[in-house]
């Protein structure tokens, strides 16, 4: 069966000059022209760093995205995920035309409706019911097709009262959901959407998820969505797309993008020790200094089949007079859902301090997860839980491999979180 592609993306790829614009760059451009006059290639695409925020590099150019090939077929969701400074945006700002690619192309079938940034294409002195007809008009809508959809927009932005006041007076959250509707009720084949969803509150993301999913069940349109709520990345799409330093990870299933995102820093390891670029709250009366995870057989590691027994060591600094306190671990699932909370009083245990360093350890017997990867989040706290004393979110990760010893059957990742087998019997 032949794929109905409406968009794809061949050999993208886009460079940035750092530092101040406008300055040390007449040389640059001298050479860019005499090269040009030549016949021969631009010789600052030979150059330039890998889009690494984290690092310091040698060169005045950096790849924000390098050798980018992808194909989206109509009706799909694609969810592009990665962390910040992995190059999201500037794909979303490439594919929605709001910059041009320095090498490749962009080849689409059809309108293209963006939502890269809260009030996008918005005119503040234009009032919300105006800003309508320009956005339809921008997006090539004629002024009947605008007029048949505009009281539908208006109902689902939820901005009715301020529909005829200046767009400038908007909330954040306000604009975002007039821009929402805008762009979701006058029919793109394409719709791009980053993280402005955010912006909205709880009762509007859920609604505007809803909607993505019926443009694209119903309607056949073609979604892109950009978020770090994974929770919303696995429910509403079909298919994932892993950016890493401004390339592709990974292409594939969503299930199996999010393990890879999940995949990335700490989490492909099975112990670490924390230092002072570690991310974390709380007072430092106390502080988590290593964590390793360990299996049935003592030996350190991040892989574990159903029915493993796993242990999770910590070492804990007392930097204060505390003689007693309380630990917290989170276990969660890669859409980051809560699984479960162990806290040391659940099983009669206290930490008493007596030394400045101390190791403890956790063993969970017989784990029953899916397959699938979760990660690990510390906190230290003092007994009565009102003051934090250190906290580390998905410090490490795990994963569950298989069925184990219970069952050799297929587990789709999908299916559940916990794996059981009760008794059967014939009534």
């Not at 390098?66 to 109509?74: A, H, K, L, S």
Request: with cysteine.
């Amino acid at each position: 069966m032949k794929k109905d592609i409406i968009l794809k993306a061949e050999n993208i790829s886009k460079q940035y000059r750092l530092g101040q614009v406008g300055t040390g760059t007449l040389s640059h451009d001298i050479n860019r022209w005499w090269h040009k006059i030549r016949g021969k290639e631009n010789p600052y695409l030979k150059i330039g760093d890998t889009n690494d925020r984290s690092t310091k590099g040698i060169s005045d150019y950096v790849w924000a995205l390098q050798d980018i090939n992808f194909e989206v077929e109509r009706g799909e969701v694609l969810g592009i995920i990665g962390k910040n400074g992995a190059g999201k945006s500037t794909l979303l700002k490439i594919l929605s035309k709001v910059t041009a690619p320095t090498t490749g192309s962009i080849k689409s079938r059809g309108r293209i409706a963006s939502l890269l940034e809260v009030g996008t294409g918005f005119n503040g002195e234009m009032t919300g019911r105006e800003n309508v007809f320009l956005n339809g008009a921008i997006l090539g809508m004629t002024k009947k097709e605008i007029t048949s959809k505009l009281n539908e927009i208006i109902e689902f932005s939820g901005c009715e009262r301020y529909i005829d006041t200046p767009v400038k007076r908007y909330s954040s959250g306000m604009t975002v959901r007039l821009a929402f509707a805008v762009a979701a009720f006058l029919e793109p084949e394409i719709l791009v959407i980053d993280e402005v969803l955010a912006v909205g509150d709880a009762e509007f993301q859920k609604k505007a998820i809803g909607k993505m999913q019926d443009i694209s069940r119903e309607g056949g349109r073609t979604v892109l969505f950009v978020s770090h709520n994974m929770a919303a990345v696995k429910s509403l799409c079909t298919r994932g797309i892993v950016l890493e330093n401004g390339t592709i990870k990974f292409n594939g299933d969503i299930e199996e993008a999010l393990d890879v995102y999940l995949s990335n820093d700490n989490y492909t390891e099975h112990s670490i020790i924390f230092d002072e670029n570690t991310k974390r709250d709380g007072s430092g009366n106390m502080e988590f200094l290593s964590l390793e995870i360990r299996n049935q057989n003592n030996k350190l590691s991040n892989e574990f089949s159903i029915g493993d027994d796993l242990s999770i060591r910590f070492k804990l600094k007392n930097n204060s007079s505390e003689t007693r306190s309380e630990v917290g671990i989170q276990i969660k699932s890669s859409d980051e859902m809560p699984i479960f909370h162990i806290m040391g009083r659940d099983s009669n245990f206290v930490l008493n301090h007596n030394s400045v360093i101390e190791e403890f350890e956790i063993n969970i017997k017989d784990i029953r997860l899916f397959p699938g990867v979760y990660t690990i989040s510390l906190t230290s706290n003092n007994t009565t839980g009102h003051q934090m004393f250190d906290s580390i979110e998905n410090a490490l990760s795990f994963q569950i491999m298989d069925g184990g010893k219970y069952t050799i059957r297929n587990l789709p990742r999908a299916a559940g979180l916990f794996f059981l087998n009760p008794e059967w019997k014939k009534l």
